[in-house]
Nanobody
């Protein structure tokens, strides 16, 4: 099994950028499809971005397209989420998760077995 730990959250002004990291241990993240999710207060958890196990395919929510980018670093066994042009509505706790295939991340997230503890992102002036 794999353990996931997120970092990199914080307070940023609208229009700013953050890079979230998800450190995997126990197994290589490239054994899994990796995804980022977020949950804002009072809202359901939503898919943000995902990458296939081989890294060749990615998927993004409509709100993330053009602003966020997911990538993997095999040398350090980390997955990143680069977030640019952040907006107040991006404020949420961001979670990293691992699944068996990319499509599972955005159609059946409830079946994902491995989740990190989350990192808070706050976008505010």
């Amino acid at each position: 099994q794999v353990q996931l730990v997120e970092s990199g959250g914080g307070l940023v002004q609208p229009g700013g950028s953050l890079r979230l990291s998800c450190a995997a241990s126990g197994r290589s993240f490239s054994d899994y499809a990796m995804g980022w999710f977020r949950q804002a207060p009072g809202k359901v958890r939503e898919f943000v971005a995902g990458i296939s196990p081989n890294g060749f395919s990615t998927s993004y929510s409509d709100s993330a397209k053009g602003r966020f980018a997911i990538s993997g670093d095999k040398a350090n066994n980390k997955v990143y989420l680069q977030m640019n042009n952040l907006k107040p509505e991006d404020t949420a706790v961001y979670y990293c998760a691992a699944g068996d295939y990319l499509r599972q991340l955005y159609v059946d997230a409830s079946s994902l077995r491995y989740w990190g503890q989350g990192t808070q992102v706050t976008v505010s002036s």
